[in-house]
Structure formats: structure tokens, C-alpha cells
């Protein structure tokens, strides 16, 4: 009976566990820069590692235009934090324990009167 019932909870467990890992296609989003300067990086990490990969750019986002980000996921997770550069010399911005997997659209901007990054995700 024992062996039945771990049987059902490691069963019930890895249902619940599925969902956080991503599939096996190439994990990518629309990051659209809406902040008025260039983006120059876009790099991944597991959450609260601060591993981050390489950068994930070809070459710098243009203020005001859409890329296609494609990236490698550490492990095939699908929470991930996403650190981003400018090309004006800017702090750069991390983006906290998102769930990529989910995301299509990540859209940045700029609150001119304090400089502070801001992100909306789709």
C-alpha cells in the first residue's frame, strides 16, 4: 500500500513539476524598445543565479523597434530573470523571475521624469 501511495504522489508531483520546464523547441519573445535609446544586450539567467548567458543580440535594438529574441534557457526553464543593456552606458535593467515560456511580448519603456526602466509583459 505504501509503494502505491508514492507511487500517486511522485505521479501527482511531476503533473504539477511540468509546467516550469519549457518544451523542446528554441524559447524566444518580441522585445520591442520603446525607451529612446538602444538596447545593446539581452542576456538570461536561471532565477537569483546571476549566471546570465551570452549576450542574446546579433547587434544593438534600435530605439522605437521590434527583435525577435531567441535565447538559450539554463536547464529548460521557463522562470528566468533577463538582464538588459543599453548602448548609452545606462545601469543596466534586470527583469525579475519571469515566466519567458509565457511571454510573447516584452515591451520597455522609460519614465522620462525619473529615468527608471519599466516593463509590460504580453
Do not use: R
Request: contains cysteine; neutral net charge; glycine residues 6%.
Amino acid at each position: 500500500m505504501k509503494s502505491i501511495l508514492t507511487g500517486i504522489l511522485a505521479t501527482t508531483l511531476l503533473c504539477f513539476a511540468l509546467p516550469v520546464l519549457a518544451d523542446d523547441s528554441e524559447p524566444d519573445f518580441k522585445l520591442v524598445n520603446m525607451t529612446g535609446t538602444a538596447i545593446d544586450g539581452v542576456f538570461i539567467s536561471a532565477p537569483g543565479a546571476n549566471a546570465f548567458t551570452k549576450n542574446e543580440l546579433v547587434a544593438p535594438i534600435a530605439a522605437g523597434t521590434t527583435f525577435q529574441v531567441k535565447y538559450s534557457s539554463p536547464a529548460k526553464l521557463c522562470v528566468l530573470d533577463t538582464k538588459i543593456t543599453w548602448d548609452s552606458g545606462k545601469k543596466s535593467e534586470i527583469i525579475s523571475a519571469k515566466d519567458l515560456c509565457k511571454a510573447d511580448k516584452i515591451t520597455l519603456t522609460i519614465d522620462t521624469a525619473t529615468g527608471k526602466a519599466s516593463h509590460t509583459i504580453e
